[in-house]
């Protein structure tokens, strides 16, 4: 397919453990976003890559949040020492440039914290 | 602060009952508003982006209309199929989305 592809799905944890999350963007997509979404809120910004650059971290709520996008496609969230509030949908978008563009999203991955 | 309002949280439909949604902003420097879709365990799908007062698009029976406070999502006719999440959001500095919460739209056979 064409869109966005995130895995896995759901992800079980139990608080502590270490989680990394996957985003393939669609192809030739310069800009990558993550956002996490709460149950019946709209999705939250996190971080921002331009290729392989990360332009923008400020959403990322803790030092234990970390994403990476070594060759500018392929995007990886990593969550340490998972905590119960980390419990939420991330969502990843890509788009062709810039935030002006429409963003494109996954259907996310659905983690739990137990 | 810049902000995204939705109204109402949640909206009951007749099939064939026409209605609004609203989205209200408070950003500087608009540069464009964006309306989603979003079904249950699915990523927000794009529907419209308007960017200038006064802009309006259509798809099927969904018009987004925009002022220089608010955007509307008109939905004429709705139909069963037509129910979900409708999200709007606006760029905030140069790269990410700040969403509102969303309208969940249920429409009744």
């Known amino acids: 397919g064409a869109g966005v592809s995130q895995s896995p799905r759901y992800k079980v944890a139990k608080r502590g453990q270490d989680v990394a999350l996957r985003c393939d963007p669609i192809?030739?997509?310069?800009?990558l976003f993550w956002y996490q979404q709460a149950l019946g809120q709209g999705p939250e910004f996190l971080t921002y890559f331009q290729n392989e650059a990360q332009l923008d971290k400020s959403g990322l709520p803790s030092d234990r949040f970390f994403a990476e996008r070594p060759e500018g496609s392929v995007s990886t969230l990593k969550i340490q020492r998972t905590q119960q509030e980390d419990s939420a949908v991330y969502l990843c978008?890509?788009?062709?440039?810039?935030?002006?563009?429409?963003?494109?999203f996954g259907d996310g991955t659905r983690l739990s914290i137990l | 602060e810049d902000q995204v309002t939705q109204s109402p949280e949640a909206l009951r439909l007749q099939e064939g009952e026409s209605s609004s949604l609203n989205c209200s902003y408070t950003?500087?420097?608009?540069?464009?508003l964006f309306w989603y879709r979003q079904d249950p365990g699915k990523g927000p799908e794009f529907l419209f982006t308007?960017?200038?007062a006064g802009e309006e698009k259509e798809k099927e029976r969904l018009k987004a209309t925009l002022t220089k406070k608010e955007s509307f999502l008109h939905i004429t006719a709705p139909k069963p199929e037509d129910s979900a999440t409708y999200l709007c959001a606006v760029p905030v500095g140069a790269r990410q989305l700040t969403f509102g919460s969303g309208t969940q739209l249920t429409v009744l056979p």
């Open positions: 308007l960017y200038s």
């Open positions: 192809s030739g997509h310069v800009s």
């Open positions: 978008a890509s788009s062709y440039q810039g935030s002006n563009q429409p963003q494109h």
């Open positions: 950003v500087s420097g608009l540069r464009g």
